[in-house]
């Protein structure tokens, strides 16, 4: 783990980018822009279409083109895990749609509560209302009115996932240590 590992990474990293590789660190996927520029534009672009031609959007008309979008992502384009769950939402919401039920929930603004639901519930309300009363950031309270902070409920809603997250990893973690047979008797909370 000396100066030698160090350089050995380094040169690793230098040969990807220099090759134009893609690889993804932190979030954050890193292209190179070398003579694959155009190839990587174009399957980007195709990628892109076919995720904002998906059925979720149907119903959405855009006044720009895919290129549009690719181009402004510059080499290094964003991923977020929060998007990954509100896909997740989106299909559990449509499956409810199709079979005609719901998604029984209750509202919840403290970290323990959603840990705990998390076990019984299919999703969590978050209340504008209760925010508003509660959470606001200028420790005003009022009525859902819109008189509070406008990040108000998307900093709570934040707090919540978080939290959801942590014990995500925990469990996970925890699952990784058990035996077949203890992973059998144990149901994953999700």
């Given amino acids: 783990r000396g100066p030698a590992a160090m350089a ?26 070398s003579a694959h520029e155009d190839a990587d534009f174009a399957a980007r672009c195709k990628t ?24 402004l992502q510059g080499t290094m384009p964003l991923h977020f895990t929060g998007s990954k769950i509100s896909d ?6 449509r499956e409810h749609q199709t079979k005609g039920t719901c998604s029984h929930t209750f509202g919840a ?20 209302w209760q925010c508003s009363s509660t959470a606001s950031t200028s420790n005003e309270p009022g009525p859902d009115v819109a008189d509070y902070p406008y990040d108000t409920v998307p900093n709570k809603v934040d707090q919540l996932f978080r939290a959801q997250l942590f014990h995500d990893r925990k469990q996970y973690e ?14 994953v909370v999700d």
Wanted: proline share 3%; no cysteine; glycine share 8%.
């Fill in 88 to 93: 997740k939402l989106y299909t559990m919401l």
């Fill in 48 to 71: 892109m279409a076919g995720w904002m031609g998906g059925e979720r959007f149907k119903h959405t008309t855009r006044p720009y083109k895919v290129e549009d979008v690719v181009k």
């Fill in 109 to 128: 603004l403290d970290t323990v509560q959603v840990v705990q639901m998390a076990k019984y519930l299919t999703s969590v309300y978050v209340s504008g």
């Fill in 8 to 33: 050995s990474r380094v040169l690793a990293i230098q040969r990807h980018v220099l090759a134009g590789d893609a690889s993804v660190s932190g979030g954050v996927e890193m292209r190179g822009t």
């Fill in 174 to 187: 925890e699952r990784r240590r058990m035996s077949p047979e203890d992973k059998a008797k144990t149901p």
